[in-house]
C-alpha cells in the first residue's frame, strides 16, 4: 500500500484542520450565509446522522468518530447510530433525520440503487440516493451447521448440494439465511450455491436474518447455512455451532462489499460536509487497513456502542488470519477483508453494474431495467476524486477508469461489465422477472 498519505503530512493536515475548526465554530458557520460556506470550503451544516449494522466492515465509521477524523474535518456533531437490521436502515433512510430517521452510513452496496429505485421501499417509491464510497472489498463468510462438519464443506457445495437434497426428502425443511433480500449476502449466498446446482428458489428457503441474530439462530435449528461478515462467523465457531466454508473473495478475489452512502437532498444541500464526511471515512479506511492498527480496530469495533462483541470473536479475522473451524488454518489470507489496499475505497461503477444485474437474475429488478441510467444518477465517484485530491492522496491510489474490467470468478464465469446481457444468459440457474 502506498504510504504517502500516510504519516506527518496527514498529522499536519489534521491539525490545520481542527485549527480551523475551533477558531471557526459551529456558532459562526450558523450565522453565516450558504454561499459563504461554499465558496469557502467550509462545511454548510457540521451535523450528520450516520446509521451502521454491528459488523467489522462499517469500522471505519466507528474510526472516524473515535479517532476524531470527522471533527478534524469540521464534522463536529456526526451521529454513528446503530440500526437493528438492514431492513431498519432502510426505513430509516426513507425517513430522513428530518423525521428522526438517518442521513446515510454505511450500507450493502445494492440497497441505494433498490431505495433510489423504489424496488424495495414502502409503496415503491423512490428516495433518490448516492454512493460516495467503497467502505470495504471482501470480508463476508458463509458458514455451515455443525452437523455437516463430517463434510468439510467449502467453495464446492457439491456434497452439500446432496446432503441437503437427503434431508428434503428425509421431510425435513433446508433453509439458507441472508441479510436482506438483494443484497450482497443474498448474492454471495446465492451465487455459491447454484454455481453447485442448488436452486435458491427451489431447492432450499431462502430466510431473512439481521446480522447479530445469525448465531443465535443457527443455534435453534433456523438454518442450515447462512453468509454475514464478521465477527458472527467466528463467534459460531467459538460456539461450537458451525463453522466457516469459505470466505467470499475465494468466490469473487476482492469482490466489492459495503458502501458509503448518503440520502441525495442531504448531498445537494451540503456539497461541503459531504465532501469532509467523505475525507474522514478515507482517512479512517487508511487507518483501518494499516497492520500496526489492526488490533486497536478490533478493540474499538468490540466495544458495547458498536459491535458488542468479544474481543477474541474479531482480532483475528480482523488481522486476516482464519480457523475455518475444520482444521483449516490460513495465516494472512490473501482473502482477508480490505479497507484502503487494492482501490477498496473506490466505487467503480462496473461493480455497481454487477450488483444490479444479478439483482435482475434473481428477479428483485426487471429484466429490461436501466441499469446504467441509474448507476449515472446514484454513484457519484466525481467526489470521491474530489477528496482524494483533496487529502493529497497519491495518484498511484487512485483508479484510472470507472470499471475494474472484466471480472472471473471461482467456477470461471466472468462478468464483463460492457456486455452484462451475456452474463446473464451464460448463468444456468435464475430467476428474472
Not at 458458514?143 to 452439500?160: P, W
Not at 453468509?227 to 473473495?249: D, F, K, M, R
Not at 497519491?394 to 462478468?415: Q, V
Amino acid at each position: 500500500m502506498n504510504k504517502t498519505n500516510k504519516g506527518h503530512s496527514l498529522d499536519r493536515r489534521r491539525f490545520l484542520k481542527q485549527s480551523a475548526t475551533v477558531l471557526g465554530g459551529s456558532a459562526v458557520l450558523g450565522s453565516l450565509p450558504a454561499s459563504w460556506a461554499l465558496a469557502s470550503g467550509r462545511p454548510e451544516t457540521t451535523s450528520a446522522k450516520l446509521g451502521f449494522i454491528a459488523l467489522t466492515d462499517a469500522a471505519p465509521l466507528f474510526v472516524a468518530l473515535e479517532k476524531g477524523f470527522f471533527a478534524a474535518h469540521g464534522m463536529t456533531d456526526v451521529e454513528v447510530l446503530k440500526q437493528s437490521s438492514w431492513g431498519t436502515t432502510r426505513d430509516n433512510l426513507v425517513l430522513g433525520s428530518q423525521r428522526n430517521g438517518i442521513d446515510g452510513g454505511h450500507i450493502l452496496t445494492p440497497m441505494p440503487y433498490l431505495i433510489a429505485s423504489g424496488a424495495m421501499t414502502p409503496n415503491n417509491v423512490p428516495v433518490p440516493m448516492h454512493i460516495l464510497a467503497r467502505l470495504n472489498l471482501g470480508g463476508q463468510c458463509i458458514s455451515v451447521a455443525q452437523e455437516y462438519l463430517d463434510l468439510e464443506v467449502g467453495v464446492d457445495a457439491g456434497e452439500f448440494r446432496q446432503a441437503l437434497a437427503d434431508k428434503r426428502a428425509a421431510g425435513n425443511e433446508v433453509r439458507a439465511a441472508m441479510t436482506f433480500p438483494g443484497g450482497t449476502h443474498d448474492l454471495w449466498i446465492r451465487y455459491w450455491m447454484a454455481a453447485a446446482g442448488i436452486d435458491p428458489n427451489g431447492d432450499i428457503s431462502t430466510i431473512v436474518v439481521p446480522p447479530a441474530q445469525m448465531v443465535a439462530n443457527m443455534r435453534v435449528g433456523s438454518m442450515d447455512t447462512f453468509c454475514v461478515c464478521e465477527p458472527w462467523n467466528e463467534q459460531l465457531i467459538h460456539q461450537g455451532i458451525g463453522y466457516t466454508a469459505l470466505t467470499t473473495s475465494e468466490l469473487w478475489h476482492n469482490h466489492p462489499e459495503k458502501a458509503f452512502a448518503m440520502r441525495a437532498d442531504y448531498v445537494e444541500a451540503n456539497p461541503n460536509a459531504t465532501r469532509a464526511l467523505l475525507m474522514a471515512i478515507m482517512e479512517a479506511q487508511m487507518f483501518c487497513e494499516e497492520p500496526q492498527n489492526k488490533e486497536e480496530v478490533a478493540r474499538i469495533c468490540s466495544r458495547r456502542r458498536w459491535i458488542n462483541a468479544p474481543y477474541e470473536d474479531i482480532v483475528e479475522r480482523m488481522k486476516g488470519n482464519f480457523d475455518y473451524g475444520t482444521g483449516r488454518i490460513v495465516e494472512d489470507s490473501p482473502h482477508q477483508m480490505r479497507y484502503w489496499s487494492d482501490f477498496a475505497s473506490y466505487p467503480f461503477q462496473s461493480h455497481d453494474l454487477w450488483f444490479l444485474t444479478e439483482n435482475q437474475r434473481w428477479g428483485y429488478l426487471p429484466a429490461d431495467f436501466d441499469s446504467q441510467t441509474l448507476i449515472r444518477q446514484v454513484n457519484r465517484e466525481e467526489l470521491w476524486r474530489e477528496a482524494a485530491a483533496a487529502l493529497g492522496v497519491d495518484g498511484a491510489d487512485i483508479p484510472d477508469a470507472s470499471s475494474r474490467g472484466i471480472e472471473t470468478f471461482f467456477d470461471g464465469t466472468t462478468f464483463d461489465p460492457e456486455n452484462p446481457q451475456a452474463y446473464l444468459d451464460s448463468l444456468a440457474i435464475k430467476r428474472l422477472a
